[in-house]
């Protein structure tokens, strides 16, 4: 069955720094996502990507975030510069897009922000 | 606004007991829900959904869900609870435009 990869799957990385976390969605999916889970805490929508664009974004995706599809298979979340608060899994999903369709999931990248 | 609501964030059954997670949702459109199960230090993988057509819906795994919209429920069951089961489970409603709103979450334990 076709997956949602997420790499890598740990980034330690120092405060400041910008980091970039790589998804590869299933392939003919059209709709993508980027979710964040402090630990302990809720799956937290952060931005919805379709047709080359933003369609949706929460409060959490400020500034500091940006996200691009690159090429014709990989999905990318970049940090500019990280915060300490920026710790956390997180999570890209995609769906084929039409309404009522699941959104499948990686595996995650847990970020941890020194 | 479509929302969810996961009473408990926190359940414990015996092993063979039932299991019975709750979630209530808001929409404001027929809603499309589907319950998600996290593993430790894994991804969200999906164990049902509900789009209109049956109300009582089977899932992997032996789980099941049943919608009932004059409650506007969509609890998910589980007749006989084993040990591999402990997990989070989250509830979630879709809008048409296949936005995604979570809950919070349930924490499974199972009990030996």
């Known amino acids: 069955e076709p997956e949602v990869t997420q790499t890598p799957s740990h980034q330690v990385t120092q405060m400041g720094q910008e980091v970039i976390l790589r998804c590869v969605p299933i392939?003919?999916?059209?709709?993508f996502y980027w979710y964040r889970q402090i630990l302990g805490q809720k799956v937290e929508f952060l931005v919805s990507?379709?047709?080359?664009?933003?369609?949706?974004k929460s409060e959490i995706f400020d500034d500091q975030f940006s996200v691009e599809r690159p090429d014709g298979s990989n999905f990318t979340l970049k940090i500019r510069s990280t915060k300490l608060e920026d710790s956390a899994m997180y999570f890209c999903?995609?769906?084929?897009?039409?309404?009522?369709?699941?959104?499948?999931f990686g595996d995650g990248t847990r970020l941890s922000i020194l | 606004a479509q929302s969810v609501t996961q009473l408990g964030s926190h359940v414990s059954v015996s092993e063979g007991a039932l299991v019975l997670l709750r979630c209530n949702y808001s929409?404001?459109?027929?809603?499309?829900l589907f319950w998600y199960v996290q593993y430790p230090n894994q991804g969200l993988q999906l164990l049902l959904k509900?789009?209109?057509?049956?109300?009582l819906v089977k899932g992997i795994n032996g789980f099941e869900a049943e919608f009932k919209k004059s409650e506007t429920s969509f609890h998910l069951t589980k007749p006989s609870a084993h040990m591999s089961d402990a997990a989070e489970y989250f509830c979630?409603?879709?809008?048409?435009?296949?936005?995604?709103?979570f809950g919070t979450g349930t924490s499974l334990t199972v009990i030996p």
């Open positions: 929409s404001s459109v027929p809603p499309y």
């Open positions: 979630a409603v879709s809008d048409p435009g296949n936005q995604f709103y």
């Open positions: 999903a995609s769906s084929a897009g039409q309404a009522g369709q699941p959104q499948h």
């Open positions: 990507f379709y047709n080359n664009e933003i369609s949706e």
């Open positions: 509900y789009t209109s057509a049956a109300t």
């Open positions: 392939s003919n999916h059209l709709y």
